[in-house]
C-alpha cells in the first residue's frame, strides 16, 4: 500500500490535493509530491484530472505544468478503475517505470536512454528542492 493523505481544496469532495510519498524502490524515494486531482461531473465515466503541484524531474510528467502522460488515465480510462487504483497502482507504477518512448519532458526521457545514473542523480536532485 502506498503512503498518502488527503486534502480537500473546497467544501465539496471534486477538487483535492493527495501528498503522495515516492516508492520504495524508485529514485523518487525520499520525495513527497502534492498531485492536485479534479473529479469531472461524470466521473467514474470520465477519468479524473491529476497532475503534480510540485516539481517533479520524469519523462511522462510535465515539467512545468504537472501534467501527467498516462495512458490509463488520459485514454483507457475506465469506470471499474477508482482512486485507489490511481494512487495505489497507477502513479507508483508511473514513478517505479517511467516509460521514455512517450514523454512529456524530452530533456528527462532523452537522459534516462543516455546515462541512467545521471537521470536518477537528477531526479534525487528534485527531490528536495521543489
Known sequence: MSDYKVELINDGMQE?????????????????WRIRVELPDAYPYRSPSIGFVNKIYHPNVDEMSGSVCLDVINQT????FD?????????????????????LNGEAAALMMRDKPAYEQRVKGHLFSS
Not at 77 to 80: G, K
Not at 83 to 103: A, C, H
Open 16 to 32: 483535492f490535493y493527495v501528498h503522495f510519498n515516492g516508492p520504495n524502490e524508485s529514485p523518487y524515494h525520499g520525495g513527497v
Open 77 to 80: 480510462w475506465s469506470p471499474m
Open 83 to 103: 482512486l485507489v487504483n490511481v494512487f495505489e497502482v497507477f502513479i507508483p507504477q508511473l514513478l517505479l517505470y517511467p516509460n521514455p518512448s512517450d514523454p
